[in-house]
């Protein structure tokens, strides 16, 4: 049987796509799947990271599980059918020792020389690993430690110690994050300058070998072939100090052990020049990457508003529509990018973030992926800030989805308290459907691009302070419309920064 090993490809997003003629030309939407359609999404498409050292505030222990976030992932696992996969992993895995007396999850130390976001020198302790089992139903992928692991001792002994605790949790494993970075570092390089791709396939050979031989002494049920696998290379980019392709021609596979091919990658960096909400985040014209919106952890202001979650909402459609499996998306304590904020810190306060409200509507629009053979087309419009997409469910036409990311600050200038005395502007959408279709319309919604409250989907909250991210129903939002098409056209008005679903 033919292994598949997709996880997140890159491609250039002009050689895939058409561009529509005028914005004024109806968009014809086929009854069936057209030749430009994804294959079927598998399960737990709409997935997470969580950043190593967060894990246990994430997750919580035995005897205080993180209900909050099991709400947040039970929420998206309704409307797929599967609660998110986790990738526990990130900056903080290749810092992480084990001691086995530590009575503390976790002991992080922060060198605010090397960031002021995550501690980088750590210690992990036994009681780390019941942060596995307080979600029930869910799937993780274990982030072991090479940078420290594939050279030091006490990373070798971590590694050897850590795969008997976290094996009866784990679905997939990981070895290393970022490799690629290793030598370049701006957190602090873990090796010399002369890292290359050869030495790095030998570590990381040798790394995975010993974990097989944990895993076949201690948990021999997941050493299996059909048990046992990695996510890999974890890169960074293409384009760093170690190339992709020259690992795989070195025998980063030789093993036939990579089930699932991974790289990371962001829009831009938080703290880049000019780096704003519609220029970096709300429009249609990057390359695929993942896993947030800006590195270092995202930029206040940009990376935790109302539009990130439209950046989001069109990012991953995006990438279901091209043919990437899975998407994870990196979350964090206090990272601003964050989906929600799990516990309350003197920095930030717990609750839930604009961008989950993107991984909602994402759901919405893949609907049960475990019912039915789902596939996403991309429906080329005319303006890079705004998007369509179609999603097929059993080969027939289901719901379409339309973002319109023209920016719209509730606020003046997005960045004052006093209220924008500009009316929001529409955009007019037409769609060539069967004749007769009736549509049922849900909208994501908030008062502006800037907004980082009071955001709604469908009349659904999912705040924190409503029912702890239960669902709650708001009785101030207006909800039920319904479309039905008149002379084979569906016209849809769609205001300047929000999103739409029809239901067919």
């Given at each position: 049987m033919r292994r598949i090993r997709t996880f997140l490809v890159f491609a250039s997003f002009g050689q895939l796509f058409g561009i529509a003629q005028g914005g004024n030309t109806p968009i014809k939407v086929s009854r069936t799947p057209p030749a430009n359609a994804s294959a079927p999404i598998p399960e737990a498409f709409v997935s997470y990271s969580i950043e190593f050292s967060s894990f246990p505030d994430f997750a919580g222990n035995n005897s205080s599980p993180n209900k909050f976030s099991n709400n947040l992932l039970s929420n998206l696992g309704k409307l797929t059918g599967t609660k998110p996969h986790i990738r526990v992993g990130g900056n903080t895995q290749d810092y992480a020792l084990y001691n086995a007396s530590l009575e503390t999850a976790i002991n992080g130390t922060y060198n605010l020389k090397r960031s002021a976001d995550y501690p980088t020198t750590i210690f992990i302790g036994p009681s780390y690993f019941e942060s596995y089992s307080t979600w029930s139903n869910t799937k993780f992928t274990h982030g072991f430690n090479l940078g420290l692991g594939g050279n030091n001792s006490a990373g070798w002994e971590t590694l050897l110690d850590t795969v008997p605790l976290a094996c009866k949790a784990l679905s997939r494993w990981e070895y290393g994050n970022e490799p690629d970075l290793y030598s370049t570092s701006s957190q602090g390089p873990v090796r010399l300058p002369s890292w290359h791709e050869s030495e790095y396939v030998a570590q990381w050979l040798n790394g995975t070998r010993a974990i097989k031989a944990q895993l076949q002494?201690?948990?021999?049920?997941?050493?299996?072939?059909?048990?046992?696998?990695?996510?890999?290379?974890?890169?960074?980019?293409?384009?760093?100090?170690?190339?992709?392709?020259?690992?795989?021609?070195?025998?980063?596979?030789?093993?036939?052990?990579?089930?699932?091919?991974?790289?990371?990658?962001?829009?831009?960096?938080?703290?880049?020049?000019?780096?704003?909400?519609?220029?970096?985040?709300?429009?249609?014209?990057?390359?695929?990457?993942?896993?947030?919106?800006?590195?270092?952890?995202?930029?206040?202001?940009?990376?935790?508003?109302?539009?990130?979650?439209?950046?989001?909402?069109?990012?991953?459609?995006?990438?279901?529509?091209?043919?990437?499996?899975?998407?994870?998306?990196?979350?964090?304590?206090?990272?601003?990018?964050?989906?929600?904020?799990?516990?309350?810190?003197?920095?930030?306060?717990?609750?839930?973030?604009?961008?989950?409200?993107?991984?909602?509507?994402?759901?919405?629009?893949?609907?049960?992926?475990?019912?039915?053979?789902?596939?996403?087309?991309?429906?080329?419009?005319?303006?890079?800030?705004?998007?369509?997409?179609?999603?097929?469910?059993?080969?027939?036409?289901?719901?379409?989805?339309?973002?319109?990311?023209?920016?719209?600050?509730?606020?003046?200038?997005?960045?004052?308290?006093?209220?924008?005395?500009?009316?929001?502007?529409?955009?007019?959408?037409?769609?060539?459907?069967?004749?007769?279709?009736?549509?049922?319309?849900?909208?994501?919604?908030?008062?502006?691009?800037?907004?980082?409250?009071?955001?709604?989907?469908?009349?659904?909250?999912?705040?924190?302070?409503?029912?702890?991210?239960?669902?709650?129903?708001?009785?101030?939002?207006?909800?039920?419309?319904?479309?039905?098409?008149?002379?084979?056209?569906?016209?849809?008005?769609?205001?300047?920064?929000?999103?739409?679903?029809?239901?067919?």
């Open positions: 002494k201690y948990c021999p049920d997941l050493a299996s072939n059909n048990t046992y696998g990695y996510m890999a290379p974890s890169f960074a980019g293409t384009n760093n100090h170690l190339k992709p392709l020259l690992t795989w021609q070195d025998g980063l596979d030789q093993d036939r052990n990579i089930k699932l091919i991974s790289s990371h990658n962001y829009i831009g960096g938080a703290t880049q020049p000019g780096v704003t909400l519609q220029g970096t985040l709300m429009n249609h014209t990057s390359t695929v990457h993942s896993t947030n919106s800006l590195y270092n952890e995202g930029a206040p202001g940009l990376s935790n508003s109302f539009g990130a979650a439209l950046w989001g909402l069109d990012f991953n459609l995006w990438c279901a529509s091209v043919g990437i499996r899975r998407v994870h998306m990196h979350q964090g304590t206090d990272y601003r990018y964050a989906s929600w904020q799990p516990i309350l810190t003197s920095k930030t306060t717990i609750g839930t973030k604009p961008p989950y409200y993107g991984n909602i509507v994402v759901a919405a629009m893949l609907g049960k992926l475990t019912a039915g053979a789902v596939r996403i087309a991309n429906l080329p419009l005319e303006s890079e800030f705004e998007a369509a997409y179609a999603a097929y469910v059993d080969e027939k036409l289901a719901r379409i989805a339309v973002i319109n990311m023209r920016a719209y600050n509730y606020t003046v200038n997005g960045t004052s308290s006093v209220l924008n005395p500009v009316k929001r502007p529409s955009q007019e959408y037409s769609f060539e459907v069967p004749e007769g279709s009736e549509v049922e319309v849900k909208r994501l919604y908030a008062n502006g691009s800037d907004a980082i409250s009071g955001i709604t989907w469908d009349g659904w909250s999912y705040n924190w302070e409503l029912d702890h991210g239960k669902p709650v129903k708001l009785h101030n939002v207006t909800v039920g419309e319904s479309l039905r098409a008149q002379g084979g056209m569906l016209n849809l008005t769609v205001e300047d920064s929000t999103a739409v679903i029809l239901n067919f």
